[in-house]
């Protein structure tokens, strides 16, 4: 899928000769860590990543819609966030998702579509191959795995929490274990974040086009 031929580097750089035509476009540049060989991001792989990411969230209607930049700086962002966390998956040895564990993700993926025919019609309008798709999805299950075992282990919610929680939802609160569940899930989405936020602080992470860089925070 990924052409090996990259022309284009930024937004920014001049315009390429009059008849001259533009093979790919390099969106973002990923070192990790830091002053490692750099990664890059082509926009066809972006795109792709996309696709594969709506289809696995149960929209393969609209992987078939043109995707705007929302859409994409939202799926960059992802995407390295993926790439660091799988990184330091392999950085610590942890064991590969094999073939077995990715066949019902494999599974899954095609049953989002109505049949056999639209998967190849989805594959073919987007020159994806099956190995592009498998490899998207085992490098969420690695992910996924990983956080596992880094994140929510131990999380604790004290009943002064929850009372507190149900006292501040009044009459439309859920029930007591159904709060606690929730505030479990909110302190591991956190622990997530700052895992995430520490693994970018020691990549050097460049974004070529200026429609994907991330807004800067308020405040900063």
Known sequence: MLLSLLLAAAAAAPAPPAG???????????????????????????????????????????????LDAEVLRATLDWLLDEMLVADESARLRLD????????????RFRGRFADDDAY?????????????VAASLARTLEV???????????????DDEVDAALRARGAAAPSREA?????????????????????????EIRVLDPALRREPARGS
Do not use: C, K, W
Not at 28 to 41: C, D, E, W
Not at 96 to 107: K, N, Q, S
Not at 120 to 132: H, N, Q, S
Not at 144 to 158: C, D, N, P, Q, S
């Open 179 to 203: 709060v606690r569940a929730g505030l479990a899930e909110e302190r591991a989405r956190a622990q997530a974040q700052a895992l995430i936020r520490e693994l970018r602080a020691r990549a």
């Open 96 to 107: 590969a998702v094999d073939r077995e564990a990715l066949e019902p993700a494999l599974r």
């Open 120 to 132: 190849r019609r989805f594959l073919a309008r987007f020159e994806l191959g099956e190995e592009d």
């Open 20 to 66: 001259a035509r533009v093979v790919e476009q390099v969106v973002a540049v990923l070192r990790n860590p830091a002053g490692a060989a750099p990664r890059p991001i082509t926009l066809t792989r972006l795109e792709a990543e996309a696709r594969v990411a709506l289809v696995s969230r149960g929209g393969a209607e609209a992987a078939f819609r043109p």
């Open 144 to 158: 996924e795995r990983y956080l596992g075992t880094r994140v929510g282990r131990g999380v604790r919610v004290g």
